[in-house]
């Protein structure tokens, strides 16, 4: 059987399998680059190139070194490097040794393999004019199939492939469909009824209804606020040793989630989180003040070490951090390097750095009064600051005559007068830390009373947070501006990032790579702030800009087709990947700024495109798969697996038990002694079960309190802005899905609701728990193997058993 | 990120599907040739030359030990106890405020003694590992690039002061693969008190696909989480969830073949199975005779933390794991305030596991296939500030020392020295990428062909290079 299909694979390679000049890349990556890292990188690296020639990169073998241009693609008979390895050219390669005849096979035959360069056409400094000019809209390019595109992306995609003699993958079947929107648009499996009508609806309209529907969900928010609160770093507490909470850093979050459902203009959204307190728009109105003093939140995101040993340095480290974040997150942009020397490899000085940062030099953190806004049920947030109030009280209370409790005990075991010396000490150290009494060996330590006095401190604690988290104040920023203080703090370049090694002073002004000359921004003046970050939100947030929009429509485009056009999100710049389909990536830019930068047009823009609709599966898959293997020609939709968040959710959605409540201060989760004790400078109250159940993105976010099935299934990192998951498969994650909590409790829940839904039969309850996580019935197969448990077990208990495995299922946890 | 790999082995399943390495041959690719180019990313790989030892041990000293009271005696800081120290000609701007002030030169509350044949001198905090000195070799000239925590743990793990890259258990992971595949490659033993800065990171596998990761056991109750099936599940029920999902997934992969990561996620349920049985059996401590236990100091509370995960370590090594890394709590040798008494702490903490583990090693034949080294993230400084009341150092990236042993290690020796005040390395200077060079070296790794390429460029442990400590070699 093999010969005749291998005889069939090579026809299909050397007929419809002419490379093309951007394959050599990829036959460099496979081919060549294995080889050559093997027998010839140790002298010819970056760093030890002999005779200047490192063979490291497709690119570098192209410059060559002393003797000149290393290959000659399509050509391996004119390659030097061919004929240095021959031994036609002296002294032979490897030096002192030979190349193993069938490494020189693959290298000829690679080389050889490579589209010849008619003109060197893609030289960098021409990727870095196209992207530092702002986008126009390009011709839409007419498709030979024209009858496969159903909107201009297609014809871009289209266009692409057929210049290659491939073809676009058939659509997807509609359960993979709804299945793909809803875990794509609101983070949940859609239900059985939901997929039955869907499937049965033969409205030409209803892929662009449904679209519609999920985009008007508000629990659309609630997904998609998590990609943005993972560029955005977002936590609730400080990171580092002390790692202090944030009350009400949950505002943020929630400002997030109604941006989303709200649809607010992205330049608006900019606007308001580097600049909330400097914005004048026509857009908003005065209530949105404090709405915009939240959305501030964005520049406070970053860890804080509170107990830095140089204020000077933690200082620096904010505007550092500040500065590196903004220009990654809006520009796609790696300004980070050019805080200690010029940019290696984007045309970014380091003074643009310090000028950049010179934007934020006025900025002071800050807790500012911010009442709620109508979003956020002020009513209800005033409620539970009362109630919590009252048990603050309360709880003080108790906290006193525990003491008073305790005092007492203690006077009566080392028979004291009430008024001893000894006494006042005691009671004095109570209110000091608890290490001090660790260490003592009293009896009274190991008593009762102690304990019930620790508990009462406990509590206390446990409800001033709360309390604390229902207070109408925001976690923002203010610039500092005289009277308060004599000057705006002057900004200078400081050599290798070096605080102490001040060079030249700069003034606030944009990159000059993007604006074409370094001249000093133009500051509006804003009364009792500096001006700086709105002029800098305004030139980021401009359809003039020829970054902002280009690298917000590719990260929309990453989060529905699994990589981005570019597929380094957050750089654009040289040493980032390229794009794909730079006109169809302009394309969407000029169409969102038409759009007035509604993300949500975009959403229905990809979404409804045949591309998206595609199926992961295509007939000619095996040529495919060897001609473009990333993927990047879009011939077939990519593969999706359930994020962390979602499958969480997920799970507690197919048990019934997902508690949609929305908004206000997040839920602590129950978690393992190992991450949630020990720690010196607060203790992890897990809040009540009801509201444990809440999606995910209503989870309490301490930085070091990371909860490990969340942590396993590659939850964002914390720590600094993360503009693309990892997606790891290792043995920890079906450890957690086998054996974890989360799906062996829920599994008994959903058994339950399987048998009230369904019943009384197996086979229906076997079908129902099917259509619940799968969305389709089980086929006479699966249905016999689930049977089998029934006759093993008590129906719910098999009911539970088949719960927990379609729980872990490939078919659940992947999206076709 | 992770492209790469998931493209390989895409590759490799497709055509292993329609005829396996015949075609590949036929197709003219060499796929030999291409590193990682297997089934399994982590089955053995044969090494650039020949290993000298097959696993490592990294006994890492969180926070900072310092150099001059430990194994760089500096009889000129007991000359000049307590007068002025000059740091006008130092640039050191981590804590510019700390060296603004004046300082005072502190002598060493520790003694020193020669030991063993060698006669390598070690302080008093080290009664137990100084019947080791023969097996060790000091290097006294090692500098950080970076004198914060966070910047100088990085380091010392990944090369990088930054976040980002892979641990060096991952490098090593991904160049050799491991023995046992019922283990993880890379086992992490932090401190669960007190875990390093950035925890997971610190072990991480970056920009190397996630199979690399080390994998954290833990020294009380379940040594991986969720390892033991769900209380009051029977064997029975279990096999039977086992079963089906087995046909389930069997089922769907048959139809959805071209997704490698489908067979991949049945990869590794089967290794968590095989976890299942083989890591309680493999760490079951309890089971070690007493004097074992004693030897690692276990029924003391003040070793017992190292002293397990010691053991631990010694037990992993034997059954074929390739990278063992152990962390003291975070920034548990930061002696700022109180040099003898923090260091005494931790050298009381420490000690008696570590020559434990060292005389285990040897006694079991393991220590010449096993390569171990001792370091924290940096030195630390000859002073004191002046109007501090107890004698602390504070941290000093310019010179550290570092211990070697085991295989591929010429034991006995002392390499580099320090300027009279221990303040600097001025002979011999190695930094930690030479460090890391040489840890690459005795696993039978070149440091400058162990390469990944991502972002643009060719990425290695040591960047552009790191020299090995021949010194050391035996």
């Not at chain 1, 109508?374 to 003491?403: H, I, N, T, W």
């Not at chain 2, 969830?241 to 990561?261: A, K, M, V, W």
Request: one cysteine or more.
């Amino acid at each position: 059987m093999t010969a005749v299909k291998v005889f069939a694979l090579l026809a299909c390679l050397s007929t419809g399998a002419m490379a093309q000049p951007e394959d050599n890349q990829a036959i460099f990556q496979n081919k060549i680059l294995p080889v050559l890292t093997e027998n010839c990188a140790a002298c010819h690296s970056v760093s030890t190139s002999q005779n200047g020639l490192a063979v490291t990169s497709y690119d570098a073998l192209l410059r060559g070194g002393k003797h000149g241009q290393a290959i000659v693609p399509g050509s391996s008979q004119t390659s030097l490097l061919i004929q240095y390895i021959r031994g036609e050219k002296t002294p032979q390669m490897p030096l002192g040794g030979s190349l193993p005849p069938d490494r020189l096979a693959a290298l000829t035959s690679a080389i050889d393999q490579m589209a010849p360069i008619v003109a060197h056409t893609e030289s960098r400094d021409e990727y870095l004019e196209w992207l530092l000019k702002a986008p126009k809209a390009p011709a839409i390019p007419a498709a030979a199939n024209a009858g496969a595109v159903t909107n201009p992306i297609d014809a871009f995609v289209l266009a692409k492939l057929e210049s290659r003699q491939m073809r676009p993958a058939p659509p997807a079947d509609r359960r993979t469909l709804i299945r793909r929107a809803y875990f794509d648009l609101i983070g949940l499996p859609p239900t059985p009824e939901e997929v039955a009508a869907f499937v049965a609806d033969h409205d030409p309209q209803a892929w662009p209804k449904l679209i519609d529907r999920l985009l008007a969900d508000p629990r659309y928010g609630e997904h998609w606020a998590r990609h943005w609160l993972d560029l955005a770093r977002y936590a609730e507490s400080d990171g580092f040793a002390i790692d202090g909470e944030r009350p009400t850093a949950w505002r943020y979050r929630d400002y997030v989630i109604r941006a989303f459902n709200e649809d607010k203009p992205y330049d608006l959204f900019i606007k308001e989180q580097l600049a909330g307190d400097e914005v004048k728009d026509s857009r908003e109105s005065e209530k949105d003040a404090s709405e915009r003093l939240v959305a501030l939140g964005f520049l406070r995101m970053a860890t804080w070490e509170a107990d830095a040993t140089s204020q000077q340095q933690l200082r620096q480290d904010f505007l550092n951090e500040t500065t590196g974040t903004t220009a990654s997150v809006f520009l796609g942009l790696t300004v980070g390097c050019a805080q200690c020397h010029n940019h290696k490899y984007d045309p970014i000085p380091q003074r643009d750095f310090y000028r950049f940062q010179s934007f934020f030099a006025a900025t002071a953190v800050d807790e500012l009064p911010a009442p709620f806004v109508a979003g956020e049920d002020p009513a209800g947030m005033k409620k539970k600051y009362r109630f919590y109030e009252d048990q603050v009280d309360l709880a003080r209370q108790q906290l006193e005559s525990r003491k008073e409790t305790l005092k007492a005990r203690f006077i009566e075991s080392k028979h004291l007068q009430p008024d001893a010396p000894a006494v006042a000490e005691f009671m004095k150290e109570l209110n000091v830390a608890n290490a001090f009494f660790q260490e003592r060996t009293d009896a009274i330590f190991k008593e009762d009373v102690w304990k019930k006095y620790l508990e009462a401190k406990d509590e206390l604690k446990r409800v001033e947070e709360l309390e604390s988290r229902y207070r109408p104040v925001a976690y923002s920023v203010k610039d500092l501006v005289p009277p308060l203080v004599p000057e705006v703090p002057p900004t200078y370049i400081l050599r290798g990032g070096d605080l102490s090694a001040k060079a030249e002073k700069v003034e606030p002004g944009v990159l000059e790579c993007v604006l074409g000359k370094s001249e000093p921004a133009q500051i509006p003046f804003r009364g009792d702030s500096t001006g700086r970050r709105i002029a800098l939100a305004e030139w980021i947030a401009s359809p003039a800009n020829p970054l902002t929009a280009r690298v917000m429509v590719n990260r929309i485009w990453q989060y529905h087709f699994g990589e981005g056009l570019v597929r380094t999100p957050s750089d654009f710049g040289k040493n980032g990947a390229k794009p794909t389909h730079p006109e169809l990536l302009d394309w969407l830019a000029t169409q969102f700024v038409e759009h007035k930068w509604s993300i949500k047009a975009m959403h229905r823009l990809m979404l409804t495109s045949a591309t998206y609709q595609q199926s992961t599966s295509h007939p000619d898959w095996k040529q495919y798969a060897d001609l473009d293997p990333g993927n990047e020609l879009l011939w077939r939709m990519n593969w999706g697996r359930l994020e962390a968040e979602v499958l969480r959710d997920s799970v507690l959605a197919l048990s019934g038990r997902l508690n949609p409540e929305r908004g206000g201060p997040g839920a602590l989760l129950d978690a393992p002694a190992d991450v949630a004790e020990g720690f010196e400078f607060f203790k992890w109250f897990p809040s009540d079960e009801a509201e444990q159940h809440r999606r995910t993105i209503y989870t309490f976010q301490r930085r070091s309190v990371v909860n490990p099935m969340l942590d396993v299934f590659d939850a964002a990192n914390i720590a600094a802005t993360c503009p693309q998951r990892n997606r790891t498969t290792v043995a920890p994650q079906a450890l957690t899905l086998m054996n974890g909590d989360l799906t062996n409790r829920e599994a008994r829940y959903f058994a339950e609701r399987v048998q009230k839904e369904a019943g009384p039969t197996p086979a229906a309850e076997i079908d129902r728990a099917f259509e619940l996580v799968l969305s389709r019935a089980p086929s006479q197969k699966e249905r016999g193997q689930a049977l089998a448990l029934y006759s093993k077990f008590a129906p719910s208990e098999a009911l539970e058993h088949l719960g927990v495995v379609l729980l872990n299922t490939n078919e659940f946890l992947f999206v076709e | 990120m992770d492209f790469n790999a998931s493209r390989r082995s895409f590759l490799y399943r497709n055509l292993t599907g329609v005829g396996g390495l015949a075609l590949m041959e036929l197709m003219g690719r060499d796929l030999r040739g291409a590193p990682n180019f297997t089934d399994n990313p982590l089955a053995p790989k044969p090494p650039h030359h020949p290993a000298k030892a097959k696993s490592c041990i990294f006994l890492t000293m969180l926070g900072g030990v310092s150099q001059v009271d430990t194994f760089d005696p500096k009889p000129a800081l007991k000359k000049f106890d307590g007068t002025a120290m000059d740091w006008s000609k130092e640039k050191t701007t981590d804590q510019p405020a700390l060296f603004a002030k004046p300082r005072l030169i502190t002598a060493s509350p520790f003694s020193f003694q020669k030991y063993g044949h060698c006669g390598t001198e070690v302080s008093e905090l080290f009664p137990n590992l100084a019947t080791c000195v023969d097996d060790l070799a000091v290097v006294r000239s090692i500098q950080a690039d970076n004198g914060n925590h966070p910047a100088a743990v990085f380091q010392i793990d990944t090369g990088f002061v930054t976040p980002g890259s892979p641990s060096v258990g991952a490098w090593l992971t991904y160049g050799l693969g491991t023995e046992n595949q019922n283990l993880p490659a890379f086992v992490a033993l932090p401190d669960f008190r007190s875990i390093p800065f950035s925890g997971a990171q610190q072990w991480g596998s970056g920009f190397l696909p996630a199979s690399y990761q080390g994998t954290v056991l833990r020294w009380k109750g379940e040594a991986i989480r969720n390892l033991r099936s769900p209380e009051g599940l029977s064997g029975e029920a279990q096999s039977s969830e086992r079963e089906l999902l087995r046909g389930l997934n069997q089922d769907y992969l048959r139809d959805h073949f071209t997704n490698p990561d489908l067979q991949a996620r049945i990869d590794s349920y089967e290794l968590a199975y095989r976890m299942q049985t083989e890591v309680p059996a493999v760490l079951d401590i309890e089971r070690e005779p007493a004097s074992v236990r004693e030897m690692y100091g276990l029924q003391d509370p003040v070793t017992e933390s190292f002293g397990k995960r010691c053991l631990m370590a010694r037990k992993l090594v034997e059954h074929g794991v390739r990278y063992v890394q152990l962390y003291t709590p975070s920034q548990s040798w930061d002696a700022h305030i109180d040099i003898r008494k923090n260091h005494l702490k931790n050298a009381q903490e420490t000690d008696k596991p570590v020559a434990a583990l060292i005389k285990d090693l040897k006694q079991r034949g393991l220590l010449e296939s096993t390569l171990l080294v001792w370091m924290g993230e940096f030195g630390r400084t000859p002073d004191t500030p002046a109007d501090q009341k107890t004698k602390g150092r504070d941290h000093n990236p310019k010179a550290m020392s570092v211990w070697f042993a085991g295989g591929g290690i010429k034991g006995g020796t002392v390499v580099g020295a320090t300027d009279d005040l221990g303040l600097k390395a001025v002979q011999d200077v190695y930094r930690v990428r030479d460090v890391h060079a040489t840890i690459l070296d005795v696993m039978g790794l070149n440091d400058m062909r162990l390469t990944y390429y991502y972002a643009g460029r060719n990425r290695r442990l040591t960047d552009t290079g790191g020299k090995r400590i021949s010194q050391i070699l035996a």
